[in-house]
């Protein structure tokens, strides 16, 4: 499969403010919703864990993920979170192997 930009970022949010943190991040939705080359942007929240928010995001390549990175309203979600987050943010870059469901990305 060819290579795409991918990765899961993980925020820890301060007790009890994950419901505060989800406000902040949904103009991102709307955000994403512009950019052609953000093929996956995908929130999750672990039942486990009611003080985490996961997302899982696809880029069709590293310049999609820069105009998404350097968007301002990336620029104002991260502002905002850092007020709720409880502990630095993890970010953990993925290669794409196999997968199902996924729109075809640009050949290397």
Do not use: C
């Not at 899961?8 to 950019?35: D, N, T, W, Y």
């Not at 990336?74 to 905002?80: V, Y």
């Amino acid at each position: 499969m060819a290579r795409t930009n991918g990765h899961i970022a993980k925020f820890k949010i301060a007790p009890g403010r994950r419901a505060e943190a989800i406000e902040m991040l949904k103009p991102m939705f709307s955000q994403v919703a512009k950019e052609p080359g953000a093929l996956l942007y995908i929130m999750h929240l672990p039942e486990s864990d009611p003080d985490t928010i996961w997302f899982y995001e696809r880029y069709a390549d590293d310049s999609a993920f820069e105009v998404h990175s350097s968007s301002a309203a990336h620029d104002k979600a991260l502002e905002d979170l850092l007020t709720v987050i409880d502990a630095p943010w993890e970010l953990h870059w993925l290669n794409l192997e196999f997968g199902k469901g996924l729109p075809s990305p640009k050949q290397d």
